[in-house]
């Protein structure tokens, strides 16, 4: 079983910026993919960024070249660096974790929160 926790969520102006990050309680150096999911009121839970273990990194449209997202094996963290938030990106992220095993965890996630 492996635990994982987000922190960093908060309120921000938009146009600000706010910096996730998720700590394993296990290594991540198995993992097959690292990524942040965020989910809105009343939408689905979607993809916003993820990470191979070789560094691959992918983003859903509406945040490329605003969000960057890295992973720290040593550590055991994967962070979400947010810039020039917008309104709409106001949701639960969550941090996910793929091990090549097959196992799947998630985090309790944390509200970020973009005023206008």
């Known amino acids: 079983q492996v635990q994982l926790v987000e922190s960093g969520g908060g309120l921000v102006q938009d146009g600000g910026s706010l910096r996730l990050t998720c700590a394993a309680s296990?290594?991540?150096?198995?993992?097959?993919?690292m990524g942040w999911y965020r989910q809105a009121p009343g939408k689905q839970r979607e993809l916003v960024a993820d990470i191979t273990g070789g560094g691959t990194t992918r983003y859903v449209d509406s945040v490329k070249g605003r969000f960057t997202i890295s992973r720290d094996n040593a550590k055991n963290t994967v962070s979400l660096q947010m810039n020039s938030l917008r309104p709409e990106d106001t949701a639960v992220y969550y941090c996910?974790?793929?091990?090549?095993?097959?196992?799947?965890?998630w985090g309790q996630g944390t509200q970020v929160t973009v005023s206008s």
């Open positions: 996910n974790a793929e091990y090549w095993s097959g196992r799947s965890y």
């Open positions: 296990k290594s991540i150096f198995s993992t097959k993919l």
